[in-house]
């Protein structure tokens, strides 16, 4: 894990789709969500992410409620599961991690240690940004990927 940090994170527009499942089922999620993406010829704007919706110290990897959200520069008209949200600008605290995604959740405990050691508030969902993703064919290797995880914290 990379050094913590706090930085501000401008108002977004995403399309998503709520799922309920383990940690591994993110990339099927995300699958699906591109697949409706490419087909209506909406194309994303940043970095694609995940937001957990159960809170951190109650977050089950086998049965966790999570959306996958692709950034988009306007809504379009969806469909079926997916939803358009809009998310304000928020202060994160955040650190990246290099590796497999099954390397993320251990840093959990140690991000919300240091949230605490800072005296700052959680003030929203934590968030997973892939910044460095398989490539279409999945053949990225896994010890390269990169993802910043995120939590909104007050200002």
């Not at 399309?15 to 994303?44: D, F, P, R």
């Not at 049965?63 to 469909?79: I, M, N, Q, T, Y």
């Not at 099954?102 to 050691?117: F, G, K």
């Amino acid at each position: 894990m990379d050094q913590l940090e706090q930085k501000k994170i401008p108002a977004q527009t995403v399309i998503c789709l709520e799922h309920m499942g383990t940690h591994g089922q993110i990339g099927l999620v995300y699958h699906e969500l591109n697949a409706w993406a490419k087909k209506n010829s909406v194309k994303g704007s940043s970095a694609a992410f995940t937001v957990f919706l159960d809170p951190p110290n109650e977050f089950d990897p086998n049965s966790g409620r999570f959306e996958v959200c692709l950034p988009v520069a306007a809504a379009p008209k969806v469909d079926g599961k997916l939803k358009v949200k809009s998310f304000p600008a928020c202060t994160v605290a955040f650190s990246r991690v290099k590796g497999p995604y099954s390397q993320i959740p251990a840093h959990y405990a140690e991000m919300l240690a240091w949230i605490d050691a800072q005296g700052l508030e959680i003030a929203g969902a934590p968030r997973e940004v892939y910044l460095r993703r398989p490539d279409v064919k999945g053949k990225t290797d896994p010890s390269e990927f990169v993802t910043e995880i995120q939590f909104p914290v007050a200002e």
